[in-house]
């Protein structure tokens, strides 16, 4: 009997991933940031999107916002719905990265082992994880959506940092608290931690880009 070396041969036929970071000129990553609703993590995120896109690598944001209203709509927030959530997100985030592009996902994720399953399917040299750690008290001031104060009344059942925990990250690659750090101190920090994982310094492109 024959053995089949690949189930997936059109894999074999693709365009690499090599091939195509280098079209854009650039490494894909994607960084994770985690932190309690409120804490700053899209505000950061959207701010370090425009500046990675201004200095001309291309990049996606994922949130919530644009996850639960599209690929994850069929999901609510029981235990399994959340780690299907997340499980989702690190698939999409990896085919992204494995584009060459520089993704970011806002998120949550207040779980350690969800944070690790993450990691584990984009693969840990591609993840960055981003600890967002503005207190609570922060958070529920400012109370953007009005979760807080929905939670506080028993109408939204298990909220993170009201009724259900929230678990730090214990060795996050960088640490911003957004009651300390304005956020282009933030963007500023983000960058000099990733720019050198995303720059391939033999491509024109950068070199011209970052003159």
């Known amino acids: 009997m024959k053995e089949t070396t690949h189930i997936y041969p059109i894999f074999d ?3 690499s991933r090599s091939e195509k970071e280098q ?3 650039q ?3 994607t960084v994770w940031f985690t932190g309690l609703s409120g804490s700053g993590k899209s505000t950061i995120a959207i701010a370090l999107e425009r500046e990675l896109s201004a200095r001309g690598i291309l990049c996606r944001l994922l949130d919530g916002d644009n996850i639960r209203s599209g690929i994850n709509a069929n999901l609510g ?3 399994d719905d959340r780690r299907e959530n997340i499980r989702r997100i690190a698939e999409v985030c990896k085919l992204f990265t494995e ?5 970011l996902a806002a998120f949550v994720s207040p779980q350690r082992e969800l944070r690790e399953l993450a990691r584990r399917i984009v693969g840990a040299d591609d993840f960055v994880e981003v600890y967002v750690s503005t207190s609570l008290s922060e958070c529920e001031r ?3 959506k009005g979760l807080y104060a929905k939670a506080r009344r028993g109408e939204i059942a298990d909220f993170t940092g009201i009724s259900a925990p929230f678990e730090a990250p214990e060795h996050a690659d960088l640490t911003l608290d957004t009651t300390q750090l304005p956020v282009a ?3 500023k920090r983000l960058l000099e931690a990733i720019e050198p994982k995303i720059i391939l310094p033999t491509c024109k492109k950068n070199e011209t880009a970052y003159e």
């Open 142 to 144: 400012r109370d953007v």
């Open 13 to 15: 036929r693709m365009e």
């Open 99 to 103: 584009t060459g592009i520089v993704t």
């Open 77 to 79: 927030f029981s235990p």
């Open 185 to 187: 101190e933030s963007v």
């Open 27 to 29: 490494h894909g990553i």
């Open 23 to 25: 079209c854009l000129g």
